[in-house]
């Protein structure tokens, strides 16, 4: 059950984490690297008017709802978010191999050898 319950807590902290720095990421974009920040979303631009994108294979209705929800905002803000995603796993993956490098497990007592030939701790 911890074990669920911590699984839960990360996903959920990284989540939230994602969040930020989809905000954090589309910020130091604009502000530092505004041709690759606008090369992002002329490649959404690009995914979202794509012929089989713009018109699927739906019923006048189904094609209505499609381009109501899948524009050029989502298709940015799905890219956005994972890269986002990828920034906050290469994070948290570093993160954990610094705190492994700092703090390395401790050794186990030595084996001795009992004088059946079993090892015992």
């Known amino acids: 059950m911890w074990v669920l319950f911590r699984s839960l807590s990360n996903a959920s902290s990284k989540i939230l984490a994602t969040f930020f720095m989809v905000l954090v990421l589309m910020m130091l974009g604009v502000l530092f690297v505004p041709s690759v920040f606008n090369g992002v979303n002329d490649f959404a631009n690009y995914l979202a008017n794509l012929n089989w994108i713009r018109n699927p294979n739906l ?3 189904g094609v209505a709802v ?4 899948i524009n050029e905002a989502s298709i940015f803000g799905i890219v956005m978010t994972l890269i986002a995603r990828v920034v906050v796993e290469l994070l948290w993956w570093s993160s954990g191999q610094l705190w492994r490098m700092v703090n390395p497990p401790e050794p186990e007592p030595m084996l001795q050898k009992k004088e059946g030939g079993k090892y015992y701790t």
């Open 59 to 61: 019923g006048e209705q």
């Open 66 to 69: 499609f381009r109501v929800f």
